[in-house]
């Protein structure tokens, strides 16, 4: 690791209780969240760092919108090379874009009114567009209302995704290619980062960088650092200091909560002055500037919004409130205990029973099904011990979901031709690596969970509720643009002659 150096330690040396960390590992478990990878430090010294099987310290993870803090940190280098001003209209430099764009209001944002989220119009979804060019399907952009920019926030994720654009079309190189020039390599950020593609060609800046999550601990602690690295300013401080500061108001509803506490440049604030890099799924770098504190957890926690809050709030409340300014008494029995709880943590399992009277009963059993809104046909339950499958039929034909009771069984997902290098496009023979786990949360219903880990993330659920000769079926996904196919209700009926 080049630049500044990283120093382990245990927690008691920097303040910080291992029983605390132990207590906050149980909260992630008890809320069953699919946690992937944890790094605790102070200063420049990280005294916890964990990685949930299969995940590990060199896997290349998707931090979604976390994308878009590394976004702000490239438009700082820009407006440091003299390469923009921040209050230059966003319109100066995408002329052609805006050539069928009446609005004015959307003429006149600034570069500085995308990265505070305050832009003129409400933006369009662009996944299912079938846009050959989204930095101009952003520009062209109909919707009827707008509002003065830089007024008022809202969340607008491809116009960071244009401001993204931008720093490529400056600097005629992607994004992450001029981050790597300016920063990266100083500070030890993987030469293996990269970013997925849209549709047009440019970065998927606002959604798809991927990286170690040491490499986003590297670019927090240098943000935290206020643009400096191993005494050396690379970034100017002012910047810095804006992007990571209250730049608008986003709580419009008057609720005090984790994210409310307002918006920087592409950064979210939160308690205590803190800020943090946002991603979808909780992908988090949480920076707390008064105790000198980082936090990156990296997770698939897609559709669990209401426990999201219990990530940030536990670790506010167990590590940050309760740090001390002075090292504490090595407390070997509490470091022991925290790293014999840790080593038992691997990926989330679906909860519930491994064994059922009604395993024997639908086992080989195929079920006809009535029309549904996931195209199933047929489908097929066969167990061999605490392995099961998942034998269904729909448009794309046979398929087969290999699944753990109790445990991960690590295998691709059988649809075929979700994104790949660009996003929202057709990749033909490209499937997504999942872990699949099922359990019985009743006596005749079986639950199947899927999760997708790759360089797209997302999770589903397959539920299957059984009586006499006729199966009720219920599937929901959580996921970006993928597993369509994968949601509503269904009814099956039993066949003749249908055990294998």
């Given at each position: 690791?080049?630049?500044e150096?990283i ?7 920097v303040g910080?209780s291992?029983?605390?960390?132990e207590?906050y590992?149980?909260i ?9 990878s ?7 010294q990280?005294?916890?760092e ?16 976390v ?8 438009i700082?280098?820009l407006?440091?090379?003299?390469l ?10 995408f002329?052609q ?8 209001n ?8 995308m ?21 101009r ?14 007024t008022?926030f ?7 995704f244009?401001?993204?654009?931008l ?18 390599r ?24 991927i990286c170690r ?49 307002g ?5 979210w ?16 770098a ?16 897609q ?5 999201r809050?219990?990530i ?11 740090a001390t300014?002075?090292?504490?008494p090595e407390?070997?029995?509490a ?14 399992t ?26 199933i ?6 167990f061999?011990?605490d ?39 057709y990749a033909?023979g490209?499937?997504?690596k ?19 880990i ?9 539920t ?9 079926v219920?599937?929901?996904?959580n ?6 196919e994968?949601?509503g ?10 055990r294998?």
């Amino acid at each position: 690791m080049s630049g500044e150096f990283i120093q382990y330690t245990s927690p008691e040396k920097v303040g910080i209780s291992s029983g605390n960390i132990e207590k906050y590992l149980r909260i992630l478990e008890q809320n069953k969240l699919a946690t992937h990878s944890l790094i605790l430090a102070r200063g420049n010294q990280i005294f916890f760092e964990h990685y949930w099987e299969p995940f590990h310290k060199d896997f290349l993870h998707r931090m979604y919108s976390v994308s878009k803090s590394f976004v702000a940190i490239a438009i700082g280098f820009l407006e440091q090379d003299g390469l923009i001003d921040l209050d230059d209209p966003i319109s100066k430099y995408f002329v052609q874009e805006l050539e069928k764009q009446p609005d004015v209001n959307m003429h006149n944002q600034t570069i500085r009114h995308m990265l505070m989220m305050s832009t003129a119009k409400t933006p369009k979804g662009w996944f299912k567009a079938g846009t050959e060019d989204r930095v101009r399907f952003y520009f062209e952009n109909d919707t009827k209302y707008s509002r003065p920019s830089g007024t008022l926030f809202e969340y607008d994720s491809p116009g960071s995704f244009v401001l993204g654009a931008l720093v490529e079309r400056l600097t005629e190189m992607p994004f992450m290619e001029y981050l790597r020039e300016k920063l990266f390599r100083e500070i030890g950020v993987s030469e293996e980062a990269y970013c997925l593609k849209c549709p047009g060609g440019h970065s998927w800046g606002d959604s798809a960088v991927i990286c170690r999550p040491i490499d986003l601990f590297l670019v927090a602690r240098f943000m935290l650092n206020g643009g400096r690295w191993n005494g050396k300013q690379l970034l100017n401080e002012e910047f810095v200091k804006a992007a990571t500061t209250k730049q608008i108001d986003n709580n419009y509803l008057g609720i005090h909560d984790w994210n409310t506490q307002g918006y920087g440049y592409l950064f979210w604030m939160t308690y205590q002055n803190s800020f943090f890099f946002n991603g979808m799924g909780s992908q988090y770098a949480v920076c707390v500037p008064e105790q000198d504190l980082i936090m990156v957890i990296n997770s698939d926690n897609q559709g669990k919004e209401a426990v999201r809050k219990d990530i940030i709030d536990s670790f506010f409340e167990l590590i940050v409130n309760q740090a001390t300014d002075v090292p504490l008494p090595e407390n070997h029995e509490a470091q022991y205990s925290l790293m014999e709880y840790a080593k038992r943590l691997k990926l989330l399992t679906q909860p519930g029973e491994k064994d059922s009277t009604w395993k024997e009963k639908v086992h080989g059993v195929t079920y006809h099904m009535n029309e549904n809104p996931m195209g199933i046909r047929t489908f097929k339950i066969t167990f061999e011990g605490d392995k099961g499958c998942f034998a269904y039929t729909n448009e794309q034909g046979d398929k087969e979901l290999y699944f753990g009771l109790g445990y991960n069984e690590f295998g691709v997902f059988p649809q075929e031709g979700y994104s790949d290098e660009v996003g929202s496009q057709y990749a033909s023979g490209n499937y997504y690596k999942c872990a699949a786990s099922a359990a019985w949360t009743e006596e005749s219903k079986l639950q199947i969970m899927v999760q997708i880990i790759d360089r797209y993330f997302g999770n589903m659920t397959i539920t299957l509720g059984f009586k006499d000769g006729e199966a009720g079926v219920f599937m929901h996904k959580n996921a970006e643009c993928f597993l369509e196919e994968y949601q509503g209700y269904g009814m099956g009926r039993m066949c003749n002659e249908t055990r294998s």
